[in-house]
């Protein structure tokens, strides 16, 4: 049975960022090694690659950078959007079906998910949180889906969904830094997929071992540090002997 006890924080990113490697964007459906993984695992892959990008962000960053990145982050997106729709509408010339298509779906999808514009990224955090929030629970939608398909715009919905987690913790913490929750958070989705992955593929399966050795190359060098730590103690008391 494959070892799941926890690793600290900075082996947790560590393992997030060697799975980045093996778990496909969310723009793909392929492992980089061609495997195609199951819609579970998949899904509860990228979301240990969303709780590690939440670690790095609140480990490195101050609160303010924290709303500064979010406000870039969310106001780009509509950016993005409103400049889809505009380049598309007017046109001297008439659209094919499928940048009609792209025209239709980037209107709806700024409507429906920014339905109060971007002022709400001028409020109090507290307050930007929920918005931002509301924006990813609609970008989430099953109205949206097909049209966020058309755009090819699932891997800005993940970018925009990381940044709630470290926001989140920054409007709950004075210094923007506490990291017990969100290690708490990657402990549990890591829990979650290394179920996935040991109900899919047998001990010994390559993808199971690309997929979860990364895990434990940080396990053994943790406990290997442990132990190296108790031998230097049992030394030093010998030599006070």
């Given at each position: 049975?494959?070892?799941?006890?926890?690793?600290?924080?900075a082996r947790?990113?560590?393992?997030?960022d060697?799975?980045a490697?093996?778990?496909?964007?969310?723009?793909?459906?392929?492992?980089?090694?061609?495997?195609a993984l199951?819609?579970d695992?998949?899904?509860?892959?990228?979301?240990?690659?969303?709780?590690?990008?939440?670690?790095?962000?609140?480990a490195?960053?101050?609160?303010?950078?924290?709303?500064?990145?979010?406000?870039?982050v969310?106001g780009?997106?509509?950016?993005?959007?409103?400049?889809?729709?505009?380049?598309?509408?007017?046109?001297?010339?008439p659209?094919?079906?499928?940048?009609e298509?792209?025209?239709?779906?980037?209107?709806?999808?700024?409507?429906?998910a920014y339905?109060?514009?971007?002022?709400?990224?001028?409020?109090?955090?507290s307050?930007?949180?929920?918005?931002?929030?509301?924006?990813v629970?609609?970008?989430?939608?099953p109205e949206?889906?097909?049209?966020?398909?058309?755009?090819g715009?699932?891997?800005?919905?993940?970018?925009?969904e990381?940044?709630?987690?470290p926001?989140?913790?920054?409007?709950?913490a004075?210094?923007?830094?506490?990291?017990?929750?969100?290690?708490?958070?990657?402990?549990?989705?890591f829990?979650?997929?290394v179920?996935?992955?040991?109900?899919?593929?047998p001990?010994?399966?390559a993808?199971?071992e690309?997929?979860l050795?990364?895990?434990?190359r940080?396990?053994d060098?943790?406990r290997?540090e442990?132990?190296?730590?108790?031998?230097?103690?049992?030394?030093?008391k010998a030599?006070?002997?």
């Amino acid at each position: 049975m494959f070892d799941i006890a926890r690793v600290p924080v900075a082996r947790q990113k560590v393992v997030g960022d060697a799975l980045a490697g093996v778990v496909p964007a969310a723009d793909a459906k392929a492992s980089k090694k061609g495997e195609a993984l199951p819609d579970d695992v998949l899904a509860l892959g990228r979301e240990v690659l969303t709780r590690t990008r939440a670690l790095e962000l609140v480990a490195s960053l101050p609160k303010l950078a924290i709303d500064n990145t979010a406000d870039r982050v969310f106001g780009g997106y509509f950016k993005i959007l409103l400049g889809e729709a505009q380049c598309l509408d007017g046109t001297l010339s008439p659209l094919s079906s499928a940048l009609e298509a792209r025209r239709r779906a980037a209107v709806l999808v700024r409507t429906k998910a920014y339905k109060k514009g971007v002022r709400v990224l001028k409020l109090e955090m507290s307050q930007q949180y929920q918005e931002m929030r509301g924006i990813v629970l609609a970008l989430r939608s099953p109205e949206l889906v097909e049209s966020i398909k058309v755009l090819g715009h699932a891997h800005h919905v993940d970018h925009l969904e990381a940044q709630l987690a470290p926001y989140g913790v920054a409007v709950k913490a004075p210094n923007g830094d506490d990291l017990e929750k969100l290690s708490d958070a990657w402990h549990a989705a890591f829990t979650r997929f290394v179920a996935a992955v040991v109900s899919k593929w047998p001990e010994g399966h390559a993808t199971r071992e690309a997929l979860l050795k990364p895990y434990q190359r940080a396990l053994d060098a943790q406990r290997a540090e442990q132990a190296a730590a108790r031998k230097a103690t049992r030394k030093r008391k010998a030599d006070t002997q």
